[in-house]
């Protein structure tokens, strides 16, 4: 934060008025990146339903992976990784559950919105598991093999 203040040329009390703590920063940081990666992998998805829902996800997921200067954050904070990506203090979460819900909707997806949302929700919580593993503590876990039970997300 002191770093940013001085190139914005601003005080740091100034800094947190304006953004509200660290954490929030990042997780506008973090959320504007995963916006783009998210309209990219939307674009090159083909087909519609599950199969198109799947695909957003494995494209995002290898963006995601690509993003060297992510991973390198994660890797050297991960407590503040955690505390930004998977609880509400930062937004990230919910802003994340809105883009999933859109991308149910776009390709296909019907049902009562709660429920739909709710079932955006636990399909976030599981590809997080793939996107995030070794952060939560499960290690490493290939898309394939949590292919199934996102998949079984998406069907009534």
């Not at 695909?55 to 992510?70: G, H, K, N, P, Y």
């Not at 955690?82 to 296909?108: C, K, M």
């Not at 919105?113 to 919580?125: D, F, G, I, K, S």
């Not at 598991?129 to 898309?143: D, Q």
């Amino acid at each position: 934060m002191d770093t940013l203040a001085n190139e914005l040329a601003i005080s740091r009390a100034t800094l947190y008025r304006a953004v509200g703590s660290r954490d929030a920063l990042l997780g506008e940081v973090f959320w504007a990146i995963a916006k783009i990666l998210i309209a990219e992998a939307a674009g090159e998805a083909c087909g519609t339903g599950p199969d198109r829902v799947i695909e957003v996800s494995r494209i995002f997921t290898e963006l995601l992976d690509s993003a060297q200067q992510m991973r390198k954050f994660v890797a050297e904070e991960p407590q503040t990784a955690a505390r930004v990506l998977f609880t509400a203090a930062a937004e990230v979460r919910h802003h994340a559950i809105d883009a999933q819900l859109r991308i149910f909707v776009e390709s296909g997806i019907e049902g009562d919105p709660a429920e739909l949302r709710r079932r955006a929700a636990l399909y976030l919580r599981t590809l997080e598991g793939v996107l995030y593993g070794p952060l939560l503590g499960s290690g490493p876990i290939a898309f394939e093999s949590a292919e199934p039970a996102l998949r079984a997300l998406l069907t009534e």
